[in-house]
């Protein structure tokens, strides 16, 4: 039997009254605009034709970004607004876990509430006082069960509403993003509580952006994507279909973000002889900050050698902006030097989100000693193994004279992304393996990198 | 929409306790709170004692004596329908989260409003019996036995308005300033701050006064003369058969505004 049939759905928000935030009834009657006022005059689909199926006593996790559709789709489910187009149905008693606490009065008591609550989620008021102690303990407000409302914490405000909301006994419960309402403590205990039902046969619909919990968690996974059905399916599946789709997404922001830095770059690089440029050459986004390790974005230089353009590629591959950590990373300096240049030094940096310098070189630390350079030239950085934890990086790029006075100077002006399986933390990931001694045994999940 | 009234039998129980939730946390707020909650009716009550007793003496009439008695009977289910009205007009945005988050039908909070208000106003009715017994006052036990239909009839106009109210101002949020505006207005068009029969002699039927004819429309004009004709005047209720009509005509209305709040309730999860 199937606890949930989401058949063709669809639901068009509608909008009413453009250009102003209420309509008023003045306003109304005197253009004479009462009925037309109360129609919609714009729409808005959050879930285009999506269907599925939940049988009873499995587990569908539904991930997707923000604005996806996620939870209108479990509001769906439970009832609380009606598809535009297609059905929704739902066998069994329903409890939405979606805003915790929802009905609570801030003036009565704990005791009160949680007895308004259970009966508006359905119970009566025998089973909310059979219930009652459990959800006392459950919700660890024994010793304020009797204060008003509006002296609880959030925490226990939302503990409180948890409590309840999982005491009603539901056959289909709804659960959207409401995990992180305790201490870590309590969250265990939610996900026991999880278990618990998962293991008496319940069905649950989790709406969430933990992934690893869909993962480990559900028996399927729903994909949204801008209000449709993406995928459907086994989770491991689904949600690596979803992580990769994020990164072709995350690539296509930050290569937009690194062609306005191109743009800029291609409009501050007028194309004069380098004779007219004077060592004080006006610089465009900066002067030449007095601490290296504080500076914030931007260029500054002579522009006697010339940084034209700098790409971050993959083993040779395409431009990218999103790397796997221990991938190859090549990072490729286009030079130009409108006249012969002998001194000078080729630097490049790598700064993580909180700029901390990861790592930072250039030719002359590693015992290079310029020649010469002149017209278009190519330089090229590679990392074999690109060792760092997951997060956003910046580059600085920088060609200057053996006594740093700058030519070019690119400050934190690149960005990338390295993605990871393994959620280590730290500014860098020694090359690394485990080993273990007899007596001691793990075991390794499939999944991990 | 019959399907959806239907329904809402089946949610006695939550009304109930929202019901005895809205009172509790009235009362609670403050060691007075009861008192509080009549001290507006009671202020009303001893201005115009005051101002037709001692100021405007020139239309005392020995029928409306004593004169306090008289208005009390008037303004406490004028209290309880004005204020049910105010309350359940900002009842759905105020309620946002419920209707929002909880599945839950929305008919259930201008429902509440205005049972709770109807509660408070039985409260009234002791203190109201508590002057009877002062003033001792004759009651008729037949008369009496009217008194539940009249309440039942003030119940569903004031739900039949309290719905209506409630759906529009979500679409229309000035309604509630307006609102206030016009009670007042309607308060006067009333008579229990004055006997109806001011305007319609019961001894000289062919002199119609318009002013009659203007308070023959208004339909609280009925409720408030029954309740006065119960409680205060001697001898029978002669208004018993407008207060029938009254009844019909609420209880169309009351299907209109049903109607009115079906078609709206979509809106209400996207619009609150």
């Known amino acids: 039997m199937n606890a949930i049939e989401v058949v063709n759905a669809t639901k068009i928000y509608r909008r009413f009254g453009h250009k102003r935030q209420f309509a008023t009834l003045k306003s109304a009657l005197l253009r004479g605009s009462l009925i037309r006022d109360l129609k919609p005059d714009e729409t808005f689909t959050a879930i285009r034709d999506v269907s599925f199926t939940v049988p009873a006593g499995r587990t569908l996790g539904v991930i997707g970004r923000n604005g996806s559709g996620k939870s209108t789709m479990l509001k769906l489910v439970a009832g609380i607004t009606k598809p535009t187009h297609g059905s929704v149905r739902v066998n069994g008693r329903i409890s939405a876990l979606i805003e915790l606490g929802a009905g609570f009065h801030p003036e009565i008591s704990g005791r009160e509430n949680v007895f308004i609550n259970g009966i508006m989620l359905g119970l009566s008021k025998r089973e909310v006082a059979r219930r009652f102690d459990e959800i006392v303990d459950f919700a660890e407000l024994k010793d304020f069960i009797d204060a008003p409302v509006k002296t609880y914490s959030s925490g226990m405000y939302m503990r409180l509403g948890f409590a309840v909301a999982i005491h009603v006994d539901p056959d289909v419960l709804l659960v959207d993003e409401v995990l992180a309402v305790g201490d870590e403590g309590f969250t265990h205990k939610c996900l026991d509580k999880f278990a618990e039902f998962k293991r008496r046969g319940k069905t649950i619909l989790l709406v969430t952006h933990a992934l690893p919990m869909v993962e480990r968690f559900c028996d399927e996974a729903l994909w949204l994507d801008h209000g449709e059905k993406k995928g459907l399916g086994d989770p491991k599946r689904i949600v690596g279909a979803y992580i990769t789709d994020v990164e072709v997404s995350e690539e296509a922001q930050l290569a937009a973000s690194d062609a306005r830095v191109q743009e800029s770059t291609v409009a501050v690089s007028p194309d004069e002889p380098a004779s007219a440029v004077l060592p004080d050459h006006p610089v465009e986004t900066a002067a030449a900050p007095s601490n290296m390790f504080q500076a914030a974005e931007g260029r500054w230089g002579s522009r006697e050698v010339e940084i034209v353009e700098v790409t971050l590629s993959s083993g040779g591959g395409d431009r990218g902006h999103v790397f796997h950590s221990g991938d190859p990373l090549d990072i490729r300096i286009r030079l130009r030097a409108p006249l012969p240049i002998e001194d000078f030094v080729v630097g490049l940096g790598l700064f993580n989100a909180e700029g901390v310098c990861c790592y930072g070189t250039n030719t002359n630390l590693e015992d290079y000693t310029s020649q010469r350079l002149q017209g278009d030239a190519e330089v090229t950085f590679t990392i074999a193994s690109l060792d760092l934890v997951e997060g956003t990086y910046k580059v600085d790029v920088a060609v200057h004279r053996l006594d740093g006075y700058p030519y070019d100077y690119h400050r934190l002006l690149y960005t990338f992304r390295v993605k990871s399986r393994t959620k280590d933390v730290g500014i860098y990931r020694p090359p690394h393996e485990w080993r273990f001694s007899e007596g001691i045994k793990l075991t390794r999940a499939s999944g991990g990198a | ?272």
């Open chain 2, 1 to 272: 929409m019959l399907r959806n009234l239907a329904r809402l039998g089946r949610y006695r129980g939550l009304i109930q306790s929202l019901v005895a939730r809205e009172l509790k946390a009235r009362y609670r707020g403050s060691v007075l709170g009861f008192f509080w909650s009549f001290f507006n009716p009671l202020l009303l009550l001893l201005v115009y004692s005051f101002v037709f007793t001692y100021v405007m003496t020139s239309r005392n009439d020995v029928r409306i004596e004593p004169y306090a008695l008289f208005m009390f009977c008037g303004i406490l289910p004028w209290t309880w329908f004005s204020s049910s009205l105010i309350e359940s007009s900002g009842v759905l945005i105020s309620g946002g989260n419920l209707i929002k988050k909880v599945l839950f039908p929305a008919e259930i909070l201008p429902i509440v409003t205005v049972l709770a208000n109807m509660i408070h106003y039985f409260f009234g009715l002791v203190i109201l019996a508590g002057f009877l017994i002062w003033y001792q006052r004759p009651l008729n036990v037949s008369e009496l036995a009217l008194f539940p239909i009249v309440v039942l009839v003030q119940l569903v106009l004031t739900t039949a308005f309290a719905l209506i109210l409630s759906a529009l101002t979500v679409h229309f949020r000035d309604i509630r300033d307006i609102l206030s505006n016009l009670l007042t207005f309607w308060f006067f068009a009333t008579p229990i701050i004055y006997p109806y029969f001011f305007f319609n002699d019961p001894s000289n039927p062919d002199k119609v006064v318009w002013q009659a004819t203007l308070l023959k429309l208004n339909p609280f004009t009925h409720l408030a003369v029954t309740y006065q004709e119960i409680l205060f005047f001697n001898g029978p209720v002669g208004h018993l058969k407008w207060l029938l009509v009254l009844g019909v005509i609420s209880i169309g209305f009351f299907l209109f505004a049903y109607w009115v709040f079906d078609r709206l309730r979509d809106t209400f999860a996207e619009e609150v």
